[in-house]
């Protein structure tokens, strides 16, 4: 383990251009559960019942009590963990560019992150299904649901359901910067939700060194992945920024 440590220091202390792909494993030690794994909510509930674009539109209110105002209270009072700030301070040492994130949670941002690529959209904001007006989450009243808009639309969170397209200009800016990285992190993702988990193999292709830091394997292990750094985020991150601030 000390030597993966060693090896990832090693290629970001040489980066140019690093790149970090998340996903929801990131913001576990934030108190928000992922969908898949031990405690997801998938353990629960079908996705397609609840996640699926044509399950808002058949019966908003349903998906709204389920999956969004639950996840909505839970991602309001989270806080990045030293796995958000691992990022965060590899940005400020100059190493790491750009987060292609799939977490709707912001604390990316929150962390201090400046370039993050929101590739599910965000749970911070909300948009109307009728006129397709933004309105900040916070400013949502959702004691009667599902919320509406001023002009009696129903309100959806700005984020991408199963059945939906990712945002253009994400998918778009997320391969060009994979495309150029020369280090990428696929930190917290089971890499199985698509287009999300080519990312890696997108960067493999151009010649960068693909590091995963993830308690399990993935699809990607041992197949794209140059090495695996089995553990928690938070943990791994301290371990390596310590290492890179040892060396300057
Ligand atoms: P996922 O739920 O499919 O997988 C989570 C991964 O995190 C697993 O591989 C697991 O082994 C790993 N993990 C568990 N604990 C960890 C830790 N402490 N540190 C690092 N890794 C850990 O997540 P996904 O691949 O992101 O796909 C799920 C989809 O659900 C995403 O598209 C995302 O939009 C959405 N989602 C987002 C949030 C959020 O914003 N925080 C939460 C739940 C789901
Ligand atoms: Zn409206």
Request: neutral net charge.
């Amino acid at each position: 383990m000390d030597h993966l440590i060693q090896r990832a220091v090693k290629h970001l202390a040489a980066a140019q251009n690093a790149v970090a792909l998340t996903g929801a494993g990131i913001s576990i030690e934030s108190g928000i559960p992922p969908f898949r794994g031990k405690g997801g909510l998938w353990e629960k509930f079908d996705p397609m019942e609840i996640a699926h674009i044509d399950a808002l539109i058949r019966d908003p209110a349903r998906v709204w009590k389920i999956l969004v105002k639950d996840l909505k209270d839970i991602i309001d009072r989270a806080a990045p963990n030293d796995g958000h700030k691992g990022l965060a301070r590899l940005e400020k040492l100059g190493i790491l560019k750009t987060v292609i994130t799939q977490n709707i949670d912001g604390l990316h941002q929150m962390a201090g992150n400046t370039d993050v690529i929101e590739f599910h959209g965000t749970f911070a904001w909300q948009r109307c299904m009728k006129c397709d007006r933004r309105i900040e989450t916070r400013k949502v009243d959702a004691s009667v649901l599902p919320p509406r808009c001023g002009c009696s639309g129903i309100l959806r969170p700005d984020a991408v359901f199963f059945g939906e397209m990712i945002p253009p200009v994400a998918l778009w800016r997320s391969q060009e910067v994979t495309a150029r990285c020369d280090v990428m992190l696929v930190v917290g993702t089971s890499a199985v939700v698509q287009p999300a988990a080519s990312m890696p193999i997108l960067a493999k292709q151009a010649g960068a060194v693909v590091i995963e830091i993830n308690p399990e394997p993935t699809p990607l292990t041992g197949v794209v992945c140059d090495f695996l750094i089995l553990g928690d985020a938070g943990a791994i991150m301290n371990r390596i920024i310590s290492g890179l601030e040892a060396q300057r």
